[in-house]
């Protein structure tokens, strides 16, 4: 069973949330701020170590640290809160062995500011229904880390081609061509580095994809603290999944960089080419997503907002409100209509 882990605050015990303005952690019953540093003790490092080589079945009920009321989880979840006394809780044996993360982003957009961006999208949404952005629905913003896998290579690559130069021009009644043929011959390596793929079977992944790119060069190993205050679930895919899609997505790219670098040829036809990718890892992170969802029952469907809550990038699909459509229908077709009408009459 994993060990639930909820950081207290050495001063007087409230829970401790991490806060993305201040990278810190901050309690806010007593008002103190800590490093993560200042939280790394030994007993934490201890813990964590028998954690790591920890392999036990896991189930899907958890009980508060704090109140003693019970968390029920599904089997990704690895960071929730307590839903009667909102203590932040991190189920830490989701983390660890094969699924410990290697790296974090941790948040730098709090929910302060992400409702902000989400009241800002929502400006320029005229025929959205109001429940989509109710307080009481702006409210279930939440901040989540979700995994992605991260694939880095080395790329050597290498283009031949038969180029050609052609030049028309008349001479008195006669037309002349000058065709120049050219062997044209590219090569060069391209490092690669830190490719995602959402690992998440149960996220959306057009709206998780669609907050890409992430600075991946601010990625920093992981630490529990970071997952602190917010939701977070582990990975439930392998990189196998991934490894031919991305393979052929980095090929493409580097052949299409070889080609598009025989420039100034008026024709250009390949002969050769020969791509190999060396060096081939694959990494694991946890990266920070804000995402509000919206039931529409008379739809049955699910509409999804995201923003990357590392860049502030959003992504959102939007339900449609029939009645303000219905209503922009009458302001603009109805007189029309009437017009036509009147006209019609006195002719």
């Not at 690895?78 to 790296?103: K, M, Q, T, W």
């Not at 190999?276 to 039931?295: G, I, K, S």
Request: charge should be negative; include cysteine; charged fraction near 25%.
């Amino acid at each position: 069973m994993s060990e639930i882990i909820s950081y207290k605050c050495p001063n007087c015990g409230g829970p401790l949330k991490f806060n993305p303005q201040k990278q810190k952690y901050a309690c806010e019953y007593c008002l103190s701020e800590f490093a993560q540093e200042a939280l790394m003790d030994e007993k934490e490092k201890t813990q964590e170590e028998k954690k790591e080589s920890s392999g036990k079945a896991e189930t899907l009920l958890y009980t508060c640290p704090s109140c003693g009321a019970e968390i029920v989880t599904d089997d990704t979840t690895a960071a929730s809160f307590c839903y009667y006394c909102h203590n932040p809780v991190i189920l830490s044996g989701r983390l660890s062995g094969e699924f410990h993360p290697d790296y974090v982003i941790p948040f730098t957009y709090g929910k302060k500011e992400a409702v902000e961006i989400f009241r800002d999208w929502m400006k320029k949404k005229r025929y959205v229904p109001k429940a989509f952005y109710s307080e009481d629905q702006i409210e279930k913003i939440t901040g989540v880390y979700f995994p992605y896998l991260l694939y880095s290579c080395t790329t050597q690559g290498s283009v031949e081609a038969s180029a050609q130069r052609i030049r028309v021009w008349e001479s008195g009644d006669r037309r002349y061509t000058e065709t120049q043929t050219y062997e044209v011959h590219r090569s060069g390596s391209m490092p690669v580095k830190h490719v995602p793929r959402n690992a998440l079977k149960k996220a959306n992944r057009k709206l998780i994809e669609g907050v890409l790119p992430f600075e991946t060069d601010k990625l920093k190993p992981f630490h529990m603290g970071y997952l602190s205050g917010f939701v977070a679930e582990r990975r439930d895919m392998e990189n196998q999944e991934f490894t031919e899609e991305v393979k052929t997505e980095i090929r493409n790219f580097a052949e299409d960089t070889l080609r598009n670098s025989i420039s100034s040829y008026d024709h250009v036809r390949v002969q050769n080419q020969d791509i190999r990718l060396e060096d081939e890892t694959w990494e694991y992170a946890l990266l920070p997503v804000w995402t509000l969802t919206y039931n529409d029952e008379s739809r049955n469907r699910i509409y999804y907002f995201t923003i990357n809550g590392q860049t502030g990038k959003v992504c959102g699909e939007l339900p449609v409100d029939k009645g303000k459509l219905m209503l922009l229908f009458a302001r603009i077709f109805v007189p029309v209509c009437l017009l036509m009408l009147l006209v019609g009459y006195f002719i």
